[in-house]
């Protein structure tokens, strides 16, 4: 009989891991993808697009057209998973059952959760990164703010790729001088990775980007254009951007698979739910303390479909697991970028910011459309 494997998510690791279950088991399974909307967007593109140097249209292709032929896209939101009865309640109505199941629906940015927090701009939505986009070109001198008001949040050094992609756009607009950058983090450093803090520091210093330590964002005041701390420190602003809030999707929620933020709770090797049997969980979706980022969804993405098709084939469990590898590229501006490895067993190693990283994260933005949904890496 062909299992029956569904995958809510059609994102980084949804994507991966339906074509590579579809590959691997040959006829053996129907994989089934649910995606609310049917639409893949590449959200690192976000960072682009919020200074006007990527278009909005670029980061986003049809989910069908990412996925093999084999695999059935539903679009349509699921908003209930029942783990007894091995089956997904969808916003339509529908109800689908499955031998195993795949929670890959990422994660949602909750900026209400702020008192006064949803006044702020965001690079962490599509919606946000443009209403950021027209909010910069308007700007003409003053204090801009750069916060975070919760940890985890996606992609860990993208506040301080944000400050260098700024420095670069205001010097570009000739405005620079006129304007001072602040940057805000949780944290006694730049951001939650002490090697590259420790790296990317100096830099932020020569390009006079003011960083502020132990400043997680409680809330703001719009009016009086002020974000304050939970540390009880008062910032004025002119411009505010924070990094929203995260927790997991709803469908997490009410479904009780998860913990009070929705992350779901997951064996670090092999990705299957600690309390429910044939549930897997990848990228976002985990309470995995390690970075929420694409490369870590991709990663996961491949240990998760070996492991389900290997069951799907009644073959023993791969020996391969997921080491917790990390490889992320983090610009720091003026052409340079250095890059973020790590897992485990080994602590995070940055070059030298240097062209040829900046180049190969600007070629991976572009090649990732023809390599990753396929599970490749350029
Ligand atoms: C500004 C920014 C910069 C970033 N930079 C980098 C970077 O440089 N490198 C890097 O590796 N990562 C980066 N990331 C992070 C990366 O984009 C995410 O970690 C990655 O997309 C997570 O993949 P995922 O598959 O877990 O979730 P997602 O890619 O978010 O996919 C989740 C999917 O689930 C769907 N969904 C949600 N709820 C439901 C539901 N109820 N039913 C059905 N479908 C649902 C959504 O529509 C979406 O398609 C960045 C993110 C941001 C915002």
């Not at 070109?137 to 301080?160: D, L, M, Q």
């Amino acid at each position: 009989m062909t299992a029956q494997v569904v995958v809510l998510g059609g994102g980084v690791g949804g994507t991966i891991v339906a074509n590579l279950v579809a590959k691997q088991t040959s006829g053996k399974a129907h994989v089934t993808v649910v995606d609310t909307t049917g639409i893949h967007v590449y959200q690192p593109g976000f960072l682009y697009v919020a200074v006007g140097q990527e278009k909005p249209s670029a980061l986003e292709r049809l989910e069908s057209k990412l996925l093999r032929q084999d695999v059935t896209l539903i679009v349509d939101g699921a908003t209930r998973v029942d783990p007894a009865a091995r089956r997904v309640e969808l916003e339509s109505g529908r109800t689908l059952p499955y031998d195993q199941l795949v929670l890959a629906t990422g994660s949602r940015t909750v900026m209400n959760e702020v008192p006064g927090g949803t006044a702020a701009h965001d690079f962490y939505t599509m919606t946000g990164a443009k209403r950021l986009f027209k909010a910069l070109e308007a700007f003409r001198g003053g204090t801009i703010v750069i916060g975070v008001a919760g940890i985890p949040y996606k992609c860990p050094p993208a506040p301080v790729e944000f400050v260098f992609l700024l420095d670069d756009y205001l010097r570009a607009r000739g405005i620079r001088e006129k304007v001072q950058i602040k940057l805000l983090s949780p944290l006694n450093r730049a951001f939650t990775i002490e090697a590259t803090s420790k790296l990317v520091q100096p830099i932020l210093a020569e390009r006079g980007i003011e960083l502020t330590g132990f400043f997680n964002v409680e809330s703001v005041d719009p009016v009086g254009r002020t974000v304050t701390s939970l540390e009880d420190e008062t910032m004025s602003y002119d411009l505010l951007i924070l990094v929203p809030p995260h927790r997991g999707q709803q469908v997490i929620e009410t479904s009780g698979l998860g913990d009070e933020r929705g992350w779901v709770p997951v064996d670090k090797n092999t990705l299957k739910h600690t309390r429910f049997d044939h549930i897997w969980a990848i990228g976002d979706t985990t309470n995995i303390p390690i970075s929420k980022s694409g490369s870590v969804a991709h990663y996961e993405a491949s240990v998760a479909a070996a492991e389900i098709s290997a069951e799907v084939k009644g073959e023993a469990p791969p020996t391969h697991v997921y080491d917790g590898k990390v490889m992320c590229f983090l610009e720091t501006g003026r052409g340079q970028a250095t890059t973020i490895r790590f897992d485990y067993d080994h602590p995070p190693v940055s070059p030298a910011p240097a062209r040829r990283w900046h180049w190969a994260k600007a070629l991976f933005n572009k090649a990732y459309w023809h390599t990753v949904p396929k599970g490749r890496l350029p």
